[in-house]
């Protein structure tokens, strides 16, 4: 079955370092978004991204937070100046044709920002 | 924005029991799906069900949109199924696809 795949699984760095997070989507979905998870709370919504530009956002994704799809394949969440606040599991998902269906979450990249 | 309520925040069961989790939501929805957060911090689909009810070996879900809740049934629980479980919806209207996530149950299955 499909899925969607996501590295690093863990990634440490310095606060005030940039840190890119790739996924990889399921080939034939055309919607892709990003989530977060802080240690023991609730996932939240960050962007949602479709036909090449942002769809939607979320108040957390400020001017630090971006996205790309480089190529066909890989969508990338890029954090620049990291802070202490944004350590959290960062989930990448995608879903096939409308706002409407299933989304399939990858297995996340859990952040340490020291 | 729309509101979601999961009941209750833990549950502790003996192997073999059955159990009912809860999500209410706040506003009319197009898409509901029920995750399963297993230890590694993996989201487990479960179901899409934005209406209408779907059976999955001992896991089945309900969702009744005109009165805004849905329900997840666990039969025969077994210890691999401890976890947090999540409800998330997606709100009609929004031309972006936003998941808002409840705030979980965590469900724990002792031996």
Redesign the interface.
Known sequence: EPEVTQTPSHQVTQMGQEVILRCVPISNHLYFYWYRQILGQKVEFLVSFYNNEISEKSEIFDDQFSVERPDGSNFTLKIRSTKLEDSAMYFCASSEGTARDTQYFGPGTRLTVL | GIQVEQSPPDLILQEGANSTLRCNFSDSV??L?W?HQNP????I?LF?I?SGTKQNGRLSATTVATERYSLLYISSSQTTDSGVY?C?V?LVG???????????TQLTVNP
Request: aromatic fraction near 20%; proline fraction near 4%.
């Open positions: 197009n898409n799906q995750f590694w911090g993996q989201l689909n899409y934005p999540f998330a997606g929004t031309s972006g696809s936003r998941l808002t996530f409840g705030e979980g």
